[in-house]
């Protein structure tokens, strides 16, 4: 929908492995799934919704020089 209605639409795919999610995790979401304080927690008890086709994907993994290199390059 957003690629037919939006014009400039530009989707990025953020690559991160629920390891390092749970690493950085600020506001203890991933804390409180642990616990069981969490009902709802997209990967754990909700499906997570890969996009199909994104204009971009960044890994996580990815040395932060090159992945803003990619942005640039792709934007």
């Known amino acids: 929908w957003n690629r037919l209605h939006l014009p400039g639409y530009f989707e990025v795919f953020l690559d991160v492995s629920r390891e390092i ?3 950085r ?3 203890g979401l ?3 799934e ?6 709802r927690m997209v990967g754990s008890t909700m499906p997570v919704e890969f996009p199909e086709h994104p ?11 090159k992945t803003v ?7």
């Open 55 to 65: 204009h971009l994907i960044v890994d996580a993994q990815t040395p932060i020089q």
């Open 21 to 23: 999610c749970r690493k």
């Open 30 to 32: 991933y804390a409180a």
């Open 34 to 39: 642990c616990t069981g304080e969490s009902g």
């Open 69 to 75: 290199h990619d942005i640039i390059l792709n934007i």
């Open 25 to 27: 995790d600020a506001k």
